[in-house]
């Protein structure tokens, strides 16, 4: 089975940073996309961050220019650095990998269980 471990998150004041980080395990013969998503109370899960296999990086418009996403395909890691944090980023974030865990299959979505960011203001 396909695990995430993400590590990282925590209380920071506005204008501070965070940097998360996702190490899958298990077994994946390769991955289609690595991101980061993130939910805020009351409010539906969003796109924050995606890096694709070829190295594309897709960013939301509100996070663009302050997080940097990056991965580490040897140990199949995805980071998340946070820069300039805003109140408006305090939700849970959740990584995703989008990969095969066989030669033969088709594509799956894993998830990990979230860490919390909190900024304050």
């Known amino acids: 089975q396909v695990q995430l471990v993400e590590s990282g998150g925590g209380l920071v004041q506005a204008g501070g940073s965070l940097r998360l980080s996702c190490t899958v395990s298990?077994?994946?013969?390769?991955?289609?996309?690595m991101g980061w998503y993130r939910q805020a109370p009351g409010k539906q899960r969003e796109l924050v961050a995606t890096?694709?296999?070829?190295?594309?990086?897709n960013y939301a418009d509100s996070v663009r220019g302050r997080f940097t996403i990056s991965r580490d395909n040897a140990k199949v890691t995805v980071y998340l650095q946070m820069n300039s944090l805003k109140y408006e980023d305090t939700a849970v974030y959740y990584c995703?990998?989008?990969?095969?865990?066989?030669?033969?299959?088709?594509?799956?979505?894993?998830w990990g269980q979230g860490t919390q960011v909190t900024v304050s203001s």
């Open positions: 995703n990998v989008r990969g095969y865990p066989r030669y033969d299959s088709n594509w799956s979505d894993y």
């Open positions: 890096v694709n296999s070829g190295g594309g990086i």
């Open positions: 298990g077994s994946l013969v390769s991955t289609v996309a």
